[in-house]
């Protein structure tokens, strides 16, 4: 089997971390988890990095959770689904916090934890077909490990809307709400991504390093311990729950959970 994420870094110290699962949109599960988490270990203690590029395989940027995945997990112990939401909180911390300037390049679907991930960097810029949503309610579940990343990205006005909704939005309105930075042609992605990142190698690693730690000093994304495992308790539990049961089954099923109007 392929690699779920593929890591690669040249002369200049610039990591491309790539999710390499296309055949699924590049939705999460526990391999790309683990994966992601050694990724960032690894570059973290690397003193020649100088930036990370974060991308997606295929059409898609990150469809999110794999939801088979998540309904198998959603039936093992709560100790099980307690590490899970560790594991995949822990990555979401890690890129948030990684102290080089990392920059994400989004096509195609970006939805749930990819909405995370994207929140997590420093610069995303997005190709003009890619379509969000923070889509978790949609299956009776939480976003709550990525809710202060996205509370940074967007201010907590626009996530009250688009965490409650779930709606698509496309990646004009993600620019307009502070989720994107910058919009280009889907042929244009990659070289808008190599723009920024040769604008990045022109500053001082340190003084980016420093200035990035301050402003998470001031950010949701700055938070402690105790924190971090609230919501990642939360995460699982809600997981675990007969409203998520109810929606993951809808989903398998492809109807409409019986929460919706007219079931």
């Not at 409650?164 to 808008?192: C, K, Q």
Request: proline letters at 4%.
């Amino acid at each position: 089997m392929p690699e779920p994420v593929v890591t690669a870094l040249d002369a200049r110290g610039v990591a491309t971390l790539s999710l390499n699962r296309p055949e699924a949109g590049n939705a999460y599960d526990h391999a790309m988890i683990q994966g992601v988490l050694a990724a960032l270990h690894d570059l973290g203690g690397r003193p020649e990095l100088r930036a990370v590029v974060l991308k997606g395989n295929g059409r898609h940027f990150q469809a999110g959770a794999d939801l088979k995945w998540i309904r198998d997990v959603s039936t093992a112990s709560g100790e099980e689904n307690e590490r899970v939401s560790l594991a995949t909180a822990e990555a979401m911390d890690r890129l948030n916090r990684l102290p080089v300037p990392t920059v994400a390049l989004v096509q195609g679907g970006c939805f749930g934890g990819g909405t995370g991930l994207v929140a997590a960097c420093d610069v995303v810029i997005a190709a003009d077909n890619a379509i969000f949503a923070i889509s978790e309610v949609r299956w009776g579940l939480t976003a709550a490990i990525i809710i202060p990343q996205l509370g940074d990205a967007v201010s907590a006005r626009q996530l009250r809307r688009y965490a409650l909704t779930a709606e698509r939005f496309d990646a004009a309105e993600a620019r307009r709400i502070g989720l994107v930075h910058e919009v280009v042609p889907p042929d244009g992605l990659a070289a808008a991504g190599e723009a920024m990142v040769a604008r990045l190698l022109e500053n001082g690693p340190q003084a980016m390093a420093d200035t990035k730690s301050w402003i998470l000093k001031f950010a949701w994304g700055g938070f402690d311990r105790a924190t971090f495992e609230a919501f990642s308790a939360s995460h699982a539990a809600t997981r675990r729950s007969a409203e998520a049961a109810e929606g993951l089954a809808s989903f398998a099923e492809k109807r409409a959970a019986r929460w919706a109007p007219g079931r």
